[in-house]
């Protein structure tokens, strides 16, 4: 079964500028979700998706940030324009049906957005 | 509030010695904890979780962690190191009853050395 996957790994981009970052959840999860870590802090939450609705996106820093979930399958969070704080690494991770008892959330690997 | 503390941001151990990892945690209500790992270049790999079942959880790779609730603690053990062992390591909360946002605590980096 393959796991989360993202994309790219990394981006450099310029301040002012727009990127969207991607996310595949493993097959069949209903959950999708999205954190980040800045340079030196710890992770947070932004967002989760069920299926193609936003449950709770209270961790969105702001309206630059806009994340959608067409069709309940992959994500991609755009960030539009890029400011300097923005750099850090974006996670998504997903998670099975929550009825299943099953609360593990899996992780991707990461994308490292660098905003210069 | 949910929050999690870890007590150490860097942990260095001698291979075959043990690990402890130290994590202290607040929650309103039963929370499910967790334990994740991040070796260099690689994603978030769950380590072990509890769910308000059996207070010893035992993980992967001979990892364990006892909750201790009069304690709020979730500490995490290995009896022997190994190099491999070397990573970044997060004790996570549940942000509500759900089970759905993660609140992660600032990470030990842990070292081991031959």
């Known amino acids: 079964e393959a796991g989360v996957t993202q994309f790219p790994s990394h981006s450099v981009i310029e301040k002012g500028q727009t990127v969207t970052l991607r996310c595949d959840p493993i097959s069949g999860h209903d959950n999708l979700y999205w954190y980040r870590r800045v340079m030196g802090k710890e992770i947070k939450f932004l967002l989760h998706?069920?299926?193609?609705?936003?449950?709770?996106e209270s961790g969105m820093p702001n309206n630059r940030f806009l994340a959608e979930r067409t069709g309940g399958t992959y994500s991609t969070l755009k960030v539009q324009p890029a400011e300097l704080e923005d750099s850090g690494v974006y996670f998504c991770?997903?998670?099975?049906?929550?009825?299943?008892?099953?609360?593990?959330?899996?992780f991707g690997p990461g994308t490292r957005l660098t905003v210069t | 509030a949910q929050s999690v503390t870890q007590l150490d941001s860097h942990v260095s151990v001698s291979e075959g010695t043990p690990v402890l990892l130290r994590c202290n945690y607040s929650s309103s209500y039963s929370p499910s904890l967790f334990w994740y790992v991040q070796h260099p270049n690689k994603g978030l790999q769950l380590l072990l979780k509890?769910?308000?079942?059996?207070?010893l959880v035992k993980g992967i790779n001979g990892f364990e962690a006892e909750f201790k609730k009069s304690e709020t603690s979730f500490h995490l053990t290995k009896p022997s190191a190994h190099m491999s062992d070397a990573a970044e390591y997060f004790c996570v909360v549940t942000a509500n009853q759900a089970g759905t946002a993660l609140i992660f605590g600032k990470g030990t980096t842990l070292s081991v050395s031959s």
């Open positions: 509890y769910t308000s079942a059996a207070t």
């Open positions: 991770a997903s998670s099975q049906k929550a009825w299943t008892g099953r609360l593990e959330q899996y």
């Open positions: 998706f069920v299926k193609e609705s936003k449950q709770d």
